[in-house]
């Protein structure tokens, strides 16, 4: 069986993060993600948004309480989860959420500091949606390479078609 889901989209809250009585870290995120289509009869450009709960443990959640704010862009996959609970009205309540395994920072950096260099994490995108392109930093003094000019390169002879050849099909 197979449950897994992949969302791309833009955090509308910012992030609540608690730590449990253990210590370990929990981060609750809303996630939109936009659809656009074009409706046929009228012409004209229509959108869907869909908001998600996504949960991350440990690692994640603290990834997101460092780096992750209302309007950041996130690439999350997980699964769902549907919870139970009863309410103070004494209600049974059920809420579906992802549970998240995986997730990469996109978009471009709002400051100045690194990117964080937890497993699993990408960020520092040249535009939205494109693919990573690592941060590397220029070395102190530059080594220029020597300018190689192109050798023309010989081109095979082309056979030519026998008309007398049979086709294979």
Known sequence: MINKVILVGNVGLDPEVRALESGVKVARIRLA????????????????????????????ADVVDKYVHKGSQLYVEGSLRTRE???????????????????????RRMDGTQTPSTPGVVQDYAQPMQP??????????????????????????????????????
Do not use: C
């Not at 309540?93 to 920072?105: D, F, N, P, S």
């Open 132 to 169: 990573a392109q690592p941060v590397y930093q220029a070395p102190a003094q530059s080594v220029v390479p020597p300018v190689v000019e192109p050798q023309p390169v010989a081109q095979p002879a082309i056979p030519q078609p026998n008309p007398s050849d049979d086709l294979p099909f």
């Open 33 to 60: 993600t936009t659809e656009r289509y074009t409706d046929r009869q009228t012409n004209e450009t229509k959108e869907l948004t869909e908001w998600h709960t996504v949960t991350l443990w440990r690692g994640l």
């Open 85 to 107: 609970w009863t309410d103070k009205d004494n209600q049974k309540r059920y809420t579906t959420e992802i549970v998240a395994t995986e997730m990469k920072l996109l978009g």
